[in-house]
């Protein structure tokens, strides 16, 4: 997938286009890039999504903006894995913010990207004071030379798919709502880094893992599943190898160990002992066990991992039983 960031002053080939902010890439973003797909294979031409960094409402009002669902890397990550072409990422400024709708058709649509089918939501607005909307693109369609249609919402039993609505339910802690409207569990990437080994002095040793903002979506005690790309130490004969392991993740702010107020994703893996330094992890978040809690000592912080680490396991235990029940039925309808 190649990517290229600012605004495009003159496109080299002609593209069929999406726009948005892709946030989490949801099952409503994943109906909208197989649309996209099918459109251009049909009219033979590379797909193309218009992405904004930041979010125009992290831009204009970044204490009042939504947490982010996924990263810059994140979103790109997902994208490639829907097989988009391009992804043009527009950097998001006052002069950006600027640009009126008819120039934004004109210089961005036309000239820079060279679309010749667009495809947007129900709700797509764009240019100064979000003066544009789907109409003025069907109204400009004919002299730009762009075919425009519009995607309705999408909807999983009776829910309208959004953003928002993945939020609302990591905030909750439904990871299976989350995971209805995601298509996936929710996760959440990055790098590991050098922690201060408060785990590993209490019988624990975490990976902490370098978030990109400093809110998350979620907060709390979790039962996670963990990607690990290219480590030697478990066997990796690939440059794209990844390890799935289990284990328990902390996100919040410690309040037993710390007062900052900043958020941390920590995880504790079970039964493993290599060093990772450096590693990129995708934590997958399959189930809330508690929430965060301040602790008078850490005697008793230690003792609550232990019994976090009891119920996650426990949790896990609970899904191959139903694994190997759900194999056992299918093998009696078989043979029957």
């Not at 495009?8 to 994943?30: K, R």
């Not at 995601?182 to 002095?201: A, C, D, E, P, Q």
């Not at 037993?256 to 994703?265: A, S």
């Not at 997958?284 to 508690?290: G, N, Q």
Request: net charge neutral; glycine share 8%; charged share 25%.
């Amino acid at each position: 997938m190649r990517i290229s960031h600012g605004v495009p002053v003159q496109a080299e080939a002609p593209v069929a286009l999406t726009i948005g902010n892709f946030d989490g890439v949801h099952l409503g973003h994943q109906a909208m890039l197989t649309r996209l797909k099918d459109a251009g294979n049909r009219l033979g031409l590379a797909t193309c999504v218009m992405i904004f960094e930041p979010h125009p409402r992290e831009f204009f009002a970044p204490d009042k903006a939504p947490t982010r669902l996924t990263s810059l890397r994140e979103k790109l990550e997902l994208l490639a894995a829907a097989g988009v072409d391009r992804v043009q990422v527009c950097r998001f400024n006052f002069d950006f913010a600027r640009i009126s709708a008819e120039d934004f058709i004109a210089h961005i649509l036309r000239q820079g990207l060279a679309a010749r089918w667009i495809l947007v939501g129900d709700d797509f607005r764009f240019g100064a004071r979000r003066a544009g909307d789907f109409a003025m693109l069907k109204g400009f369609s004919e002299t730009c030379g762009f075919e425009v249609e519009e995607m309705p919402g999408y909807t999983v039993d009776g829910v309208r798919v959004s953003s928002t609505a993945v939020r609302g339910a990591l905030a909750t802690g439904d990871l299976d709502f989350a995971k209805l409207l995601l298509g996936r569990f929710y996760s959440i990437s990055g790098r590991v880094v050098n922690g201060h080994k408060l785990g590993r002095k209490i019988g624990f040793p975490t990976a902490n893992i370098q978030l990109k903002h400093n809110r998350a979506p979620l907060s709390g005690i979790f039962a996670v599943e963990v990607d690990i790309e290219n480590h030697e130490a478990l066997g990796s004969s690939s440059h794209k190898a990844v390890h799935r392991l289990r284990g328990v993740a902390s996100l919040g702010v410690r309040p037993t160990v710390h007062e900052d107020g900043k958020p941390v994703l920590e995880v504790y893996l079970f039964d493993f002992d290599h060093e990772i330094y450096g590693c990129h992890l995708r934590v997958h978040f399959l189930r809330k066990l508690r929430d965060e809690e301040k602790y008078p000592d850490l005697e008793t912080l230690t003792k609550q991992i232990e019994r976090d680490v009891e119920d996650a396991k426990g949790y896990f235990s609970s899904l191959s039983s139903t694994v190997s029940a759900a194999i056992e039925i299918s093998s009696l309808h078989r043979s029957s």
